[in-house]
């Protein structure tokens, strides 16, 4: 009987986890040009980098598929790295000569806006549509 009943507990506790697992589509559209590639960052609501990946960008677009997230509060941001060259280029002055954004679509006046306006909230799969400042 003990048995069966660990059993009929451990079904419970793996549905209830994969239950809570989401995806996020992010889609990056009007990207200046194709070349290069697009660099992201995932972070959670602590400013805790969770995923950092790089993608192709086609016919001015590009997409990235993030899997088993839990319910949560999260965050991107992302820089167009034109010449792959790993960094986001800025000019003499600091200011960013590559395109880059943020979750929100979110810009700042001098530096980049703050982190908590970068933030959003998933409780289910979720697609966001981000565009680029250049």
């Known amino acids: ?49 969770l995923a950092q990946e790089m993608s192709e960008i086609k016919e001015y677009r590009c997409s990235f598929h993030l899997k088993n997230l839990g319910k949560g509060k999260y965050a991107v941001r992302y820089f167009h790295d034109e010449n792959l060259n790993g960094k986001l280029d800025t000019n003499m002055i600091g200011i960013p000569t590559e395109g880059y954004g943020f979750s929100n679509n979110v810009t700042g006046k001098f530096g980049p806006p703050s982190f908590e ?18």
């Open 1 to 49: 009987m003990a048995k069966i009943l660990n059993v009929c507990l451990a079904f419970i506790l793996i549905s209830n986890y994969a239950a809570s697992q989401y995806t996020l589509e992010i889609e990056i559209q009007q990207i200046k040009n194709n070349t290069g590639k697009i660099m992201l960052q995932l972070f959670d609501e602590n400013h805790t980098v």
């Open 117 to 134: 306006k970068w933030l959003f909230e998933i409780s289910s799969d979720k697609k966001i549509t981000l565009i680029p400042t250049y």
